[in-house]
């Protein structure tokens, strides 16, 4: 992992020093980059632009291309609903949509006041507890629609924006 010093053009030298050949290597500075910020700034995007000699069209092309690449924040708590094919059988898709209308979420799936991230993704292969959320990376089985509300609830009462 690289290590990253005080300013935001120092630390993107460092992933280009570190990271430093071809072009094949372009994911691996936008991932290093989104390991250290949680999600790729626009000005890391040109810094990559200008570096690689990559179009800045091209490069948002790239990142919109992989899902785990994100162009904003995420929330402070994220929540991932599980869309295999057990979850789905059981109703995820149902939870995915009461948790989206209860949050409001914009495009990239979170909340206006930054609260929480709500993402599908494939199987998490706990299929006997579907349908599944992660919840902060812990595992929550067997939930229904109705339980979401109290869900985030729980969760508000435990957020705390400066953490």
Not at 54 to 77: C, D, E, K, M, Q
Not at 82 to 108: I, N
Request: aromatic share 6%; hydrophobic share 35%.
């Amino acid at each position: 992992m690289t290590t990253f010093e005080n300013g935001q053009v120092g630390e993107i030298e460092q992933v280009f020093q570190a990271l430093a050949g071809t072009d094949r290597q372009v994911v691996n500075v936008l991932n290093t980059i989104q390991e250290h910020y949680g999600y790729l700034p626009e000005q890391s995007l040109h810094d990559v632009s200008r570096q690689f000699g990559i179009p800045l069209a091209n490069l948002y092309g790239l990142v919109s291309f992989f899902s785990g690449l994100r162009t904003r924040p995420v929330g402070r708590n994220q929540i991932a609903v599980c869309c295999g094919t057990a979850c789905y059988a059981r109703g995820s898709e149902k939870v995915f949509t009461r948790l989206k209308e209860t949050m409001q979420l914009d495009a990239d799936g979170t909340s206006e006041d930054g609260f929480v991230t709500i993402s599908k993704v494939p199987c998490v292969g706990a299929c006997s507890l579907a349908p599944v959320l992660s919840v902060n990376g812990v595992l929550e089985g067997k939930i229904k629609p109705l339980q979401v509300t109290a869900r985030l609830e729980e969760l508000q009462r435990n957020d705390s924006p400066s953490d």
